[in-house]
């Protein structure tokens, strides 16, 4: 399985991107996917997960900002982030588990990106 990620950039603080996770090498849609981030120097941080049928949830610090969504004939995971705020900046990394449920896998997927830096100012 490979997990690509795009979109990240620059942006003032109240601006939006939307970040792309390009998949594939897989047969079935993964059980779960999800958003991650990390500043140098600190805990990685897992921002969103969506499950195959579709079930999403949300850390406290982006729920109402993020929205994570996913296209599986494209194989495409997107994360719409709106109203960034200057401690939103961070390396984002998408993950993937073909077989567990997101409440399962907690952060040990098995599959990550290369990431994407995103930067708010």
């Known amino acids: 399985v490979q997990l690509v990620e795009s979109g990240g950039g620059s942006v003032q603080t109240g601006g939006s991107l939307r970040l792309s996770c390009a998949a594939s090498?897989?047969?079935?849609?993964?059980?779960?996917m999800g958003w991650f981030r990390q500043v140098p120097g600190q805990d990685r941080e897992g921002l969103a997960f969506?499950?195959?049928?579709?079930?999403?949830t949300y850390a406290d610090s982006v729920e109402g900002r993020f929205t994570i969504s996913k296209d599986n004939a494209a194989n495409l995971l997107y994360l719409q982030m709106n109203n960034l705020r200057p401690e939103d900046t961070a390396m984002y990394y998408c993950?993937?588990?073909?077989?567990?449920?997101?409440?399962?896998?907690?952060?040990?997927?098995?599959?990550w990106g290369q990431g994407t830096q995103v930067t708010v100012s």
């Open positions: 969506i499950e195959r049928d579709g079930l999403t």
């Open positions: 090498g897989y047969t079935n849609d993964p059980r779960c």
């Open positions: 993950a993937a588990d073909p077989l567990l449920r997101c409440k399962v896998v907690g952060e040990k997927f098995p599959y």
